[in-house]
């Protein structure tokens, strides 16, 4: 006897397709991205100058482009668009503070961020061995990034800021220097407050010594955003900056999680490996998603 209940193959087809106009109705199409955007930060001058004639240089090496002598900083942005407000996070590459690991640790996440519903900026700051215009930039950009809230389709109060090894220290940074602007205001960006929402670090450099304590520039206290930490336990150099921080997160009380795998090393960024430390990213989509 025919089935005239259920339909065919062909019959769920067309279902489907009836139903899209409604689903996209109710939660918005599906977010698409454009075409990255670079910014730059400062609309006239770059404050403190360490040397405005540096010239940038891009150089590639053992599969990662590497980029130093940074004099004007900039955000490249990778936007969604969307029908919902949309989470974003500011992306702060490594290098020790001499150069940035421009595409393991910058466009790469974005690109990945992207792929999980996440407008992103990667932060090209200034560079080499300038901490504090690397703060001014991050700052600056944060202010900027959500007084475009509104013309970007961003949810104002979802902004975080991710980093990895010096990144991690400058994103750490901001994350506990962020009621004062150090530098003099320039427009209104500067008046919008530049915490981020939350926090994630990367085989964070410079936040701990060999004792497990936190650095003495870094003041953790209850308004401190949540943080995700991923670490190898093998990168012995680096190790005490994840606990060191993850702990004074714990005494302060704020919600966080870290994951601490074996082996790894340094550097891993989101390339895939043998190890279970290139999962570190799925658990963090996971974390995003609870907040």
């Given amino acids: 006897m025919p089935d005239f209940l259920h339909p065919n193959q062909a019959g ?16 918005g199409a599906p977010h698409k991205a454009i075409d990255p955007i670079e910014i730059s930060l400062w609309p006239n001058s770059v404050p403190n100058p360490h040397d405005s004639n540096l010239i940038q240089s891009n150089e590639t090496s053992g599969g990662v482009t590497r980029i130093t002598n940074v004099a004007s900083p900039s955000i490249t942005l990778y936007k ?28 790469e996440i974005a690109k990945w961020l992207n792929s999980v519903g996440i407008t992103a900026a990667v932060l090209k700051y200034r560079t080499p061995n300038n901490r504090e215009g690397a703060l ?6 944060f202010g900027l990034i959500r007084s475009k809230a509104t013309e970007w389709n961003l949810d104002p109060n979802r902004i975080g800021i991710l980093g990895f090894s010096a990144g991690g220290h400058l994103a750490a940074t901001l994350s506990h220097n962020w009621k004062t602007r150090v530098y003099p205001k320039t427009d209104r960006a500067d008046s919008i407050s530049c915490r981020p929402d939350f926090t994630v670090l990367i085989y964070p450099a410079f ?34 900056s994840a606990i060191a921080y993850f702990t004074a997160l714990y005494k ?4 966080s ?13 989101l390339r895939d490996s043998a190890y279970p430390v290139s999962n570190w990213h799925e658990l963090c989509r996971d974390w995003l998603l609870r907040l």
């Fill in 12 to 27: 769920y087809e067309l279902w489907a397709k009836g139903l899209q106009s409604t689903l996209t109705h109710h939660f």
């Fill in 80 to 107: 969604l668009n969307g029908r919902r407000l949309i989470p974003t996070v500011l992306v702060c590459p490594g290098g020790g503070y001499s150069k940035l690991a421009w595409d393991k640790e910058g466009t």
């Fill in 136 to 141: 001014q930039d991050a700052q600056r950009a």
């Fill in 207 to 240: 936040l701990g010594d060999k004792d497990l304590k936190l650095t003495s520039e870094i003041d953790i206290g209850p308004e401190t955003p949540p943080a995700f930490i991923a670490q190898a336990q093998n990168d012995r150099k680096h190790i005490p």
């Fill in 252 to 255: 302060a009380n704020i919600p």
């Fill in 257 to 269: 999680e870290i994951h601490i795998f074996p082996t790894g090393g340094h550097g891993f960024g």
